[in-house]
């Protein structure tokens, strides 16, 4: 065991341990009801303040970003990083075409036009801004027996999962390259409008869809 060295300073102990110096402040002593004294110890407190302080800040700076900076930045972090690391397959998503919408208050969908198979919902994802430093994620879900009998009527929005703002600044700022090429490939022109193959704010299947009322007459 390395030597210990004390030095007193106005009662705090700087204790050299294997030449790692550890600072306990002691507390003057005080006398008990006995007549004896005791020395209460109070140990240093380790401050994270400062790591939440930088998390806020990134989701700040993701706040401030534009609007295609914020798209392109949300297509990368879903349709192409979360590809399953088949490089091959996230390439595809380069050299597609996007449609954006964000006609609803804190949504926005964004539509993969370009990938050619399957529907449009398969190809969709809604992202809804909780103003708590996260996006959250939804993937269309339908009760339709098929693909091919999927539509509005008969689907919701269903949670999938939450991207924080921070890592999501993080991606912008690693990845400026590619971001500025996917940005490229995104359609605004609907920016202002609502998603009419599923509307942004439909959580579940709207009450009056046939497949409602097949279900209650079964």
Do not use: C
Not at 12 to 20: K, P
Not at 84 to 94: I, P, T, V
Not at 120 to 144: I, P
Request: no cysteine; proline share 2%.
């Amino acid at each position: 065991m390395g030597k210990k060295t004390y030095a007193w300073l106005t009662g705090a102990a700087v204790v050299i341990i294997g030449g790692v110096g550890v600072t306990t402040v002691l507390a003057p002593k005080s006398n008990n009801h006995d007549g004896s004294s005791s020395t209460v110890v109070a140990k240093n407190k380790t401050d994270k303040s400062g790591t939440t302080d930088k998390s806020s800040k990134q989701a700040e700076d993701f706040d401030k970003l534009s609007q295609k900076d914020k798209a392109a930045v949300l297509i990368k972090a879903t349709f192409i990083d979360s590809d399953d690391g088949d490089s091959s397959a996230s390439e595809l998503f380069y050299h597609t075409h996007y449609m954006f919408y964000s006609g609803k208050p804190n949504k926005m969908v964004i539509f993969d036009n370009g990938e050619g198979a399957g529907g449009v919902l398969e190809h969709s994802y809604r992202y809804t801004d909780t103003h708590d430093g996260n996006y959250q994620v939804s993937t269309a879900d339908s009760t339709a027996e098929d693909d091919a009998h999927t539509d509005k009527d008969n689907s919701y929005w269903k949670f999938e999962k939450n991207l924080s703002k921070k890592d999501l600044y993080q991606n912008y700022l690693n990845n400026r390259d590619a971001i500025n090429k996917i940005i490229a490939l995104v359609d605004f022109s609907k920016a202002k409008e609502d998603f009419s193959y599923l509307p942004m704010d439909q959580d579940s299947v709207p009450a009056n869809s046939s497949s409602n009322q097949d279900s209650s007459q079964s």
